[in-house]
């Protein structure tokens, strides 16, 4: 395997990850100052480390409409598109084309250095290739290790050829303690597993007090805020569920989205039947720079996410707690990492509905409790450790 040699210049280095990375190095471009969290914190971690390799190839495989490319200061990247089906033919075409795709990439770029995301058609080959050129392989884990439909054949054979692909890589980069143990537990050697996390410290640095959005209509409300993706899988109905009863009694109340998907009609409809769409706010996406101050003036911030949703570490729950604002999570995967329960803020049976709405009234209207919720909040500390995703990286390829 090879390594850094006191700090020369290596052949090249190949990144495979999901997303978009065409675009995403083209928005790195104009960036401001360095990014510390958000979707193009990865491709802007490994950008900041060119200066290690004479050259860099980044690729992803997406659901877009056609192949992109870009280059930015001898970093060249390649977005394939992909567009799996429900059905398992469907599913199996993109699978070998994935496969095949990242084969030819490996012949043609021949890297001494492979970083692979958790994306099984690309982590097979690379494992592969690496065998033969003797080139670094590590593995970069971001998502739950637990698949869904475990006890299905297939599934469960997918799932073992996962982890016996994760056990041979020179080095693992996870994120966030959750995953450190999942890794651990699938028989990971504790010295080849390089922890890190993402950081919300660009934005809550940069807030200058001034959001140009007032959900709070000035202070006179009190907010339930979920930020993230408006998919079913991280809870959006169920939170709107669960908020319904107590938006009802309590016209004060507003429960404010912030968010791009899917479930973004269904929940304007179901705040229309119920009446509530003057209290149920979806403000749609927003910047990265504006989510302190939308955080701020949340009374609670909620992580309703479904345990069918591979989440390995929630960024909005850290911005929450970043921002002094209590957190309202599922007992389950990454959230007690985080939420210390009754401390910082509670967490509620996994996929209950009635159980989240029970948690919400309690910290809403228990003073004392929220008061208690609201300093610890304040006070959390040890969210992340000191090492950025540049640094993982780094650590992991032998820096």
């Known amino acids: 395997m090879r390594g850094f040699d006191g700090g020369s210049l290596m052949a090249n280095l190949l990144y495979i990850r999901n997303g978009d990375v065409a675009k995403e190095l083209a928005t790195i471009k104009d960036a401001n100052g360095p990014i510390c969290g958000g979707p193009n914190y990865y491709v802007y971690s490994v950008s900041t480390l060119k200066t290690l390799w004479s050259s860099v190839l980044l690729v992803s495989f997406s659901n877009i409409r056609k192949k992109k490319r870009a ?35 490996l012949m043609r770029f021949r890297p001494t250095h492979i970083l692979c995301a958790r994306i099984l058609p690309a982590l097979l080959p690379c494992l592969l290739v690496s065998r033969f050129t003797s080139a670094t392989f590590v593995v970069s884990l971001h998502t739950d290790l637990r ?13 073992l050829l996962e982890r016996y692909i994760i056990r041979r890589a020179r080095g693992v980069i996870c994120h966030g303690p959750f995953l450190r143990r999942q890794l651990l537990d699938i028989g990971v050697r504790e010295s080849v597993v390089f ?23 000035s202070g006179k409300r009190r907010i339930i805020l979920y930020i993230g ?5 991280k809870g959006v109905t169920d939170l709107f569920g669960a908020c319904q009863q107590l938006l009802s009694k309590d016209r004060d109340l507003k429960l404010v989205f912030a968010g791009s998907g899917p479930c973004v009609e269904l929940l304007n409809t179901l705040a229309q039947e119920a009446d509530l769409h003057d209290q149920v706010v979806i403000l749609g996406h927003i910047a990265r720079r504006d989510i302190v101050g939308v955080m701020r003036q949340a009374t609670i911030c909620v992580s309703p996410t479904r345990t069918s949703f591979p989440e390995g570490r929630c960024m909005a729950a850290m911005e929450a707690l970043a921002c002094g604002v209590p957190l309202i999570c ?13 401390t910082n803020g509670v967490l509620f049976k996994p996929d209950s509905t009635a ?21 610890g909040a304040a006070a959390s500390v040890g969210l992340r450790t000191t090492m950025t995703y540049a640094e993982a990286v780094k650590a992991a390829f032998g820096a």
């Open 71 to 105: 280059r930015k200061d001898g970093i060249a990247a390649i977005s394939f598109a992909t567009r799996p089906g429900h059905r398992i033919v469907q599913k199996a075409v993109p699978w070998c084309g994935c496969c095949f795709r990242t084969i030819g990439i």
């Open 355 to 375: 159980d989240l709405g029970r948690k919400l009234a309690s910290v809403l209207y228990d003073k004392p409790l929220y008061h208690r919720l609201k300093t």
């Open 229 to 233: 993706r408006m998919i079913v899988e």
């Open 330 to 342: 599922p007992n389950y995967g990454p959230f007690p990492f985080l939420v210390q329960d009754g």
């Open 195 to 217: 922890e890190y996390n993402a950081s919300c410290d660009d934005i809550v640095k940069d807030d200058n007090g001034r959001c140009k959005y007032d959900v709070s209509d």
């Open 147 to 159: 698949r869904r439909n475990a006890t299905h054949p297939l599934s469960r054979a997918v799932c």
